[in-house]
């Protein structure tokens, strides 16, 4: 069976790498989702689990975006100075 034709048909007006990203991406969620359901130890254990888990992306996404943040700042200061460096040459 041709997955990729399958699923692109489904999906009109995206790529064929695309809709096996999708597919991809649909397919870790639904195996995420089954071990969970399937695991063997108590529900407030998996809630614990998952509660940490949540906090620790939440905290990569932060330093991320801090990151970029400043990375960006940096960038506009340096583009502001060399505007006024050239405009006070240009003078």
Known sequence: MNYKKMISGCM????NNT?????L????AAGA???LLLAPQ????????????????AGGVKDKFNAAKTK???GAEDMADDARERFENFS
């Open 33 to 35: 989702v089954v071990s």
């Open 42 to 57: 108590s529900g407030a254990e998996t809630r614990d689990m998952i509660s940490e888990k949540a906090k620790d992306l």
């Open 19 to 23: 809709a096996v990203v999708i597919a």
């Open 72 to 74: 960006i700042k940096k």
């Open 12 to 15: 009109p007006g995206k790529t």
């Open 25 to 28: 991406l649909a397919g870790a």
